[in-house]
């Protein structure tokens, strides 16, 4: 029980070094980057070097992609549009469909990437 009236208790203020991004209640996380990043490194196998031009440009690219999702996602909630589970379930289905079978689980193995983070980023991308 004390446990329980503690973790309801207010919790400490966060630093910005615990988020990169952030609008509003929404924020990226420093997490959040290197996940995604994961997934786009996949696009450049040939850039095994992290500080290679190439890898520093789609970082960049990567954050602005980030920056502009989190200005939509923040006005697609104050114009109350969502994507119901039905939706996000019918664009996980497009999206393995191009796959071969067993290739696009595989995908996610390669990129130590979970699946479920990747489907959270296409729910936040069909807003």
């Not at 696009?43 to 970082?59: F, K, M, T, Y």
């Not at 502009?68 to 119901?84: P, W, Y």
Request: proline share 6%; net charge negative.
């Amino acid at each position: 029980m004390l446990l329980a009236v503690l973790g309801c208790g207010p919790s400490e203020p966060k630093r910005a070094e615990d988020y990169l991004l952030r609008l509003g209640a929404m924020e990226v996380t420093r997490q959040d980057f290197l996940q995604a990043f994961e997934l786009v490194k996949t696009a450049h196998p040939g850039s095994a070097a992290s500080d290679s031009p190439e890898l520093q440009e789609a970082r960049r690219r990567l954050l602005d992609e980030m920056s502009v999702e989190l200005v939509l996602l923040q006005r697609s909630r104050e114009l109350g549009i969502t994507v119901s589970p039905e939706e996000l379930e019918a664009a996980v289905d497009a999206v393995k469909a191009d796959y071969p079978p067993g290739v696009f689980e595989q995908t996610f193995v390669e990129a130590a990437l979970s699946f479920e983070a990747w489907k959270r980023r296409l729910g936040s991308r069909k807003n």
